[in-house]
């Protein structure tokens, strides 16, 4: 909603924030004007410049300045395993486990019906047509323990029963209601070793 009222504008945008309402939003505005306007200079211009440069990798969906990332170029990485996660910071995750070489899809989110998040927010399409594109003889879903996460992972595990490729779910270690991002390095190590066949 644009007003005619700069202050405003500001309170307006910030509240695009998740979790920000107009009160944090005003304390927000009020902080970047008063206390912080360097700061807020370079929140401003990084944003610009991010929504200018980064785009979603053709390959995975993660973000990248380049039509494909580093992970989906690389040489040395199994080109047959597939992990599926929700968000760029849960393969941040796993890449910090270094027990994981093969590829990912990021879905950018989870089904979530209810707030209006189906198959195609998620990217479902793109999903499938990558694993049609290429050699894939394993899944390893590796969405959240949340309902939605689980969710997630069933409604893709469905959609490839009939194929040939092995649907697998990271393992034990992660508490029911876990997320990734939140769960130390060892725990999902663990957890991609001990990944179970799906379907
Ligand atoms: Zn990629």
């Known amino acids: 909603m644009q007003t005619n009222n700069t ?7 910030l509240k695009c924030l998740p979790g920000v309402g107009p009160k944090s939003a005003l304390r927000l505005a009020y902080y970047l004007l008063q206390r912080d306007r360097k700061g807020a200079h370079n929140l401003a211009s990084s944003i610009e410049e991010s929504l200018k440069k980064l785009g979603h990798c053709k390959l995975c969906n993660n973000f990248t300045e380049e039509d494909t990332c580093s992970i989906c170029d690389s040489q040395e990485r ?56 290429s050699d894939i003889n394993e899944i390893i879903l590796a969405t959240n ?42 725990t999902l190590a663990q957890s991609i070793v001990e990944r179970k066949k799906l379907i």
């Open 78 to 133: 199994l080109s047959d395993t597939l992990c599926v996660v929700e968000m760029p910071t849960d393969l941040l995750m796993l890449e910090q486990t270094h027990s994981y070489k093969g590829m990912y899809f990021v879905l950018m989110g989870r089904l979530s019906p209810l707030d209006g998040i189906g198959p195609k927010e998620i990217h479902i399409n793109k999903l499938l047509e990558r694993i049609r594109k």
């Open 7 to 13: 202050l405003e504008n500001l309170i307006e945008s």
């Open 145 to 186: 323990f949340t309902t939605e996460g689980n969710t997630t992972a069933q409604y893709i595990a469905e959609l490839l029963k009939e194929s040939k490729i092995n649907v697998t779910r990271i393992a034990r270690g992660l508490p029911m209601g876990g997320e990734i991002e939140y769960v130390d390095s060892g």
